[in-house]
């Protein structure tokens, strides 16, 4: 049963450059080694805590997007919390709603599809309207 | 029901407008909240003030995805004070009231957003 998973962690402000390479990368091979895969991995830089966390204002933010079984998420989410540098992590399981999405947006595509009468007039409309503001 | 029988009775007899302007006068101070904008608000020049009809941000603009990384769009659904604003203040739909709760908390719970105020 493959899930995809969010992982967001937060890292000290001070941990090196290399540290954080080093840490994401005992992440990725231990994501492969239990059979899952990386799906990508976003660091989203240096952010303000909206709160002090263990007396750090500031942390970096780093993403992980993981394909896995649940046993992966609790291996990985133990390892975060033994590791010094990590402050907090966030796991949230995102496949549902993506589903949910995309089951949306189909719908949506199929009810553009089915009245293009009154859709085309619509689209041609906007612009007109656009144009002169 | 009360605004109909005023109209007709101004209808049928014109010296009685005075008292007929009265009796609707009192019509929406009896229910100030009543669910007819469109009724006497539109005829009623008098009226102190307007409350708008307050739609879901959400439906309106058909954003589907209430996710926690988006701060922007969270914070705007969270008071100064770092409590979430209730449906009634905001006009958001149940459904997307519901998400949005949900998508603020996972915020919180990453430093994203604050639990209470700055301290």
């Known amino acids: 049963m493959n899930r995809t998973y969010e992982l967001m962690f937060i890292v000290r402000p001070d941990m090196a450059e290399e540290d954080l390479d080093k840490l994401i990368s005992t992440l990725d091979g231990q994501v492969t080694t239990s059979g899952g895969t990386v799906k990508s991995v976003e660091r989203m830089g240096k952010r303000r805590l909206a709160y002090t966390v263990r007396r750090f204002s500031d942390g970096m933010y780093i993403l992980l997007t993981v394909e896995g079984s649940g046993p992966l998420v609790r291996e990985l989410e133990r390892r975060l919390r033994v590791t010094e540098p990590v402050i907090k992590f966030l796991t949230v399981r995102v496949d549902e709603e993506q589903k949910r999405l995309d089951k949306v947006k189909q719908i949506r595509e199929a009810r553009r599809r089915a009245t293009p009468a009154p859709a085309t007039p619509e689209t041609g409309g906007e612009p007109a309207a656009t144009a002169p503001a | ?119």
Do not use: W
């Open chain 2, 1 to 119: 029901m009360a605004e109909e029988t005023n109209t007709s009775a101004a209808a049928n007899g014109p010296a009685e407008t005075p008292r007929s302007e009265t009796a609707r006068g009192e019509g929406p101070r009896g229910a100030p909240r009543g669910p007819r904008p469109t009724g006497p608000g539109g005829r009623e020049g008098g009226r102190k003030y307007f409350r708008r009809k307050k739609v879901c941000k959400f439906c309106i603009e058909k954003i589907e995805s209430i996710n926690y990384k988006d701060v922007r769009l969270l914070a705007q659904f969270v008071a100064e004070s770092g409590k979430i604003v209730p449906r009634r203040l905001t006009g958001v739909c149940t459904p997307h009231q519901r998400r949005l709760s949900t998508a603020i908390k996972q915020a919180r719970n990453i430093a994203l957003l604050p639990f209470a105020g700055r301290a």
